[in-house]
């Protein structure tokens, strides 16, 4: 299996050592390759909002820049990890617009997903989706909103393997540990 890492870690040093080890132990276990980008050392623009990579060229971002190399990327994986910090139940800044930026993977036309309207993803099958977030405290509540915006992202980009894994300054305890083993396992069952 390959797994794209998009990681917002490095804004969080005291996580992004025990994280990272912490997958690349589990992922060495598995016989899986991984594969890391820190989005925090990219140069990634703000979407326009343009509607180019639907309309003028379609699947083709119109903004130059390293969005072009993590696209292809993603597409290519079997599991794309989101590592970041939690802030207020959210992700880094960095990684939401990395986020922002994937519509050139869906295609033009709608079609209902959980009783909503979403864009039809133009590649098949897209990769699961684990999110893997670092919390300073054991606080119920921007964990629980993390996995609720994993679920949504997983949702808006029609993955329905998808998981989270909330750690904090443990991470390396055999709790996180048994908890992206188990997370992994669910998402390791390919279609």
Known sequence: MRILVLSALAAAP???R????????EANRRGWALDSVDVTALNIRHCLGCAACSKRTPGICAIPDDMQHVLPRIVTSDCVVLATPIRFGGHHHTLKRVLDRVLPLASPVWVRRARELHNRMRYSPMPSLLGLGWQTDDAPGPADTFRFLIQRHAVNLDLPRHASV????SALNDGHRA???EALDT?????
């Open 14 to 16: 005291e996580a992004g």
């Open 18 to 25: 025990p994280l990272e080890a912490l997958l690349q132990a």
């Open 166 to 169: 909330v750690c904090g300054p």
């Open 179 to 181: 908890s992206l083993a």
């Open 187 to 191: 998402l390791e069952v390919l279609p």
